[in-house]
Nanobody, 117 residues
């Protein structure tokens, strides 16, 4: 089993920056891909960025050139560096792990990001 704990959310003014962290523990070797999702009030949860076991990354157009996903060498922490934040980025951000074996993803508890305009 894998456990995920996010940190780093908070309140920031538009144009500012935040760095989210996700600490993974447990069977880390079973993880194929880790990512960040977000859910704004009244909206569905959406993918923000992912990083695969080989280090390849993808992100959605709305955050391209502003957000960067990365991980440490031990692969037990994943980060989301968020720059040039906009009010539309306000959401609860969730860390996600997907596994080689398939089956349900594991989610963190979420961390609130609020951007004031």
């Amino acid at each position: 089993q894998v456990q995920l704990v996010e940190s780093g959310g908070g309140l920031v003014q538009a144009g500012g920056s935040l760095r989210l962290s996700c600490a993974a523990s447990g069977s880390i070797g079973s993880i194929n891909r880790m990512g960040w999702y977000r859910q704004a009030p009244g909206k569905s949860r959406e993918l923000v960025a992912v990083i695969r076991s080989g280090g390849e990354t993808d992100d959605v157009d709305s955050v391209k050139d502003r957000f960067t996903i990365s991980r440490n060498n031990a692969r037990n922490k994943v980060y989301l560096q968020m720059n040039s934040l906009e009010a539309e980025d306000t959401a609860v951000y969730y860390c996600n792990a997907r596994f080689w074996r398939g089956g349900p993803d594991t989610w963190g508890q979420g961390t609130q990001v609020t951007v004031s305009s």
